[in-house]
């Protein structure tokens, strides 16, 4: 149930959209500047990662092992207040290790916790993933 007016729907999907499209251009600057100045990322089998230059440096690390080519679908979409919201998306594509460079079949559950910023626009604070199915060996 959305407590508020679904009048930043467009700009949080938006925010969503840009992410998906940083990370299947394997974008490192394009990807942390959809987040806020105090980031917290929970990657799948990794110690959480804390800040924007320990979320930079996992995106790079990322970057260089794998390539992603994803599509994305917003499961849900809540605005709990006038600054916060959060996103359960469901993605499919393709998972292509550097070492291997064999792409197969992959896909991910998301949950972004997003917050509008004094400009207006809706950024990542928080975000966790995991594969829904056995990603390829690197």
Sequence with gaps: MTL??????????NTIARY???LNRSDVDAALKLYTDDPVMLPFLQPTVVGRKAVAENYENTFQHIQFRMETKIEELVEMSLEWA?????????FTPASTRKSSPAT????????KMNGGE?????????PTAELPAQ
Excluded: M, Q
């Design 4 to 13: 508020y007016a679904k009048t930043n729907d467009a700009a949080i999907r």
């Design 20 to 22: 998906f499209d940083a």
């Design 86 to 94: 959060y996103v359960r998306t469901e993605s499919a594509g393709l």
């Design 108 to 115: 991910f559950h998301e949950l972004f916790l997003l917050r």
């Design 122 to 130: 809706w950024l990542i604070a928080r975000y966790s993933f995991s």
